[in-house]
């Protein structure tokens, strides 16, 4: 059974502070995706990393897929209240299935 | 341009009884998903579809049954409600494992 370990579980941080979450798991994926969620809506693709090493950027977001593709970190610079919600990250294994980690739920207070 | 819609949003059943709750998709994907989330548990796969008339269980399945007869629906059944089906469930459509688009979620109560 593939896992993908999501940690912190839970962050509350201030406005303005930075903050990384990671996704790491054992197994190799071909690409890794991270979703936010909001309260009473589905998740919502952030971005997609597919090669060993990448990093992405959007805005004040950064991705990293690890060299290895068993892991991820997203980095948040300059925390914002709007940045509130569920970090969910998605292994991509076969053409036809995700598999999810149980999501870091940030809170940036103002 | 609708994208995923679930229906309903919200339902109240009592332990034993049945219901379908239905997901349309207007974008054509081939793939179309059902999951659950709960508190800490990330989302579930309950059964997925690869194409029209073609369903497959997914990591919890039992209690569920699915169909999907048009290219656009996917519909899950709950046959005999049980409180341990309290969740949130999710639709979710996509082409081949790339972005998958979710619909707002169903929230249901097993009383």
């Known amino acids: 059974t593939q896992l993908l370990e999501q940690s912190p579980q839970f962050l509350s941080i201030q406005e303005g502070e930075n903050l990384t979450v990671y996704c790491n798991s054992s197994?190799?994926?071909?690409?890794l995706q991270w979703y936010r969620q909001e309260p009473g809506e589905g998740p919502v693709l952030l971005v997609t990393v597919v090669t060993g090493g990448e990093v992405k950027k959007l805005k004040r977001l950064t991705f990293q897929f690890g060299d290895a593709r068993k892991d991820s970190s997203l980095h948040i610079t300059a925390a914002q209240p709007g940045d509130t919600g569920l970090y969910l990250c998605?292994?991509?294994?076969?053409?036809?299935?995700?598999?999810w980690g149980a999501g870091t739920k940030l809170i940036i207070k103002p | 341009n609708a994208g995923v819609t679930q229906t309903p949003k919200f339902r109240v059943l009592k332990t034993g009884q049945s219901m379908t709750l239905l997901c349309a998709q207007d974008m054509n994907h081939e793939y179309m998903y059902w999951y659950r989330q709960d508190p800490g548990m990330g989302l579930r796969l309950i059964h997925y579809s690869v194409g029209e008339g073609t369903t497959a269980k997914g990591e919890v399945p039992d209690g569920y049954n699915v169909s999907r007869l048009k290219k656009q629906n996917f519909l899950l059944g709950l046959e005999s409600a049980a409180p341990s089906q309290t969740s949130v469930y999710f639709c979710?459509?996509?082409?081949?494992?790339?972005?998958?688009?979710f619909g707002q979620g169903t929230r249901l109560t097993v009383v």
């Open positions: 998605a292994g991509g294994y076969s053409n036809y299935q995700l598999i």
């Open positions: 197994s190799v994926f071909s690409s």
């Open positions: 979710a459509s996509n082409y081949y494992g790339t972005e998958a688009f």
